[in-house]
């Protein structure tokens, strides 16, 4: 009697034991589940329209920097420079917005010819003159009677460049006036071209202030004039 009673209580420790294994094992999942739930998720360019201009202006900016490498001039090593510059900085804002870091897109504006779509409209006669260059305004600015559409169809990103409000292109040569209306809450700025990109326009980090909308880094429905 004794022996089996102690086969019995040897048998009840080895279940309890293994019920607390499986137990534990149930538990170090739940944990592992529960602390994969909380992660963090990366966003790419199809997820957020953060990311996606974020991903079309290191695009562009990439772009840029293959052409100079492709047909290098006395001023490409500087050019470059800047660029990869403006790249890192990009890379900065990816990781803080939850973005894939270094995830890259073109736009849509690069190859379009710069004088291929008709001219806009004329804005009625304002008292002021043209809004100089770098002003932002709530109603547009007034446009002269040669401002002519152009990039029609194009995005606008910004190019991660500091300074004053400015544009880069590479439609139009340096000091060519363009004026870039966000017809998503109708605000535009008129700057002047400074520098070559990889797109018809890229505005600079203060004139894309100017005309965005919060947490956005990409203008899908823009307006871009050409007015002197």
Same mark, same amino acid.
Do not use: H, W, Y
């Given at each position: ?9 040897? %048998? ?5 034991? #293994? &019920? ?7 538990? /170090?999942?739940? !944990?592992?589940?529960?602390?994969? &739930? ?5 966003? #790419?360019?199809?997820?957020? $329209?953060?990311?996606?201009?974020? &991903? ?7 772009? /840029? ?18 660029? @990869?510059? *403006?790249?890192?900085?990009? %890379? +900065?804002?990816?990781?803080?917005? =939850?973005? *894939? +870091? ?20 004329? !804005?009625?006669?304002?008292?002021? !003159? ?19 559409? +152009?990039?029609? =169809? ?6 991660? @460049? ?5 544009? #880069? ?5 340096? =000091?060519?006036?363009? %004026? ?24 600079? $980090? &203060?004139? /894309? @202030?100017? *005309? ?10 823009? *307006?871009? @004039?050409?007015?002197?």
């Amino acid at each position: 009697m004794s022996r089996r009673r102690t086969l019995g209580t040897k %048998k009840k420790i080895a279940l309890l034991v #293994s &019920a607390a294994a499986v137990a534990g094992g149930g538990a /170090f999942v739940m !944990a592992s589940t529960s602390n994969a &739930a909380q992660s963090p998720r990366t966003l #790419s360019a199809a997820d957020s $329209n953060v990311c996606q201009g974020l &991903a079309t202006a290191l695009g562009n900016n990439q772009k /840029f920097i293959d052409g100079q490498r492709a047909n290098p001039d006395a001023q490409s090593a500087a050019r470059i420079a800047n660029r @990869e510059a *403006v790249i890192a900085q990009i %890379k +900065v804002q990816q990781k803080a917005s =939850g973005c *894939v +870091v270094g995830e890259s897109a073109q736009g849509s504006q690069s190859t379009q010819p710069a004088q291929s779509a008709p001219p806009a409209q004329s !804005a009625p006669p304002s008292q002021g !003159a043209s809004a100089p260059a770098g002003n932002a305004n709530a109603g547009g600015a007034a446009a002269s009677g040669s401002a002519q559409q +152009v990039c029609k =169809g194009s995005t606008v990103t910004l190019s991660g @460049e500091a300074g004053a409000p400015a544009a #880069s292109s590479n439609q139009f040569p340096a =000091g060519t006036t363009l %004026k870039v209306t966000n017809l998503d809450n109708n605000k535009s700025t008129t700057v002047k071209v400074t520098s070559v990109s990889g797109s018809c326009v890229l505005l600079n $980090n &203060a004139a /894309f @202030e100017q *005309v965005r909308e919060p947490g956005k880094f990409l203008i899908r429905r823009a *307006v871009i @004039e050409k007015v002197g």
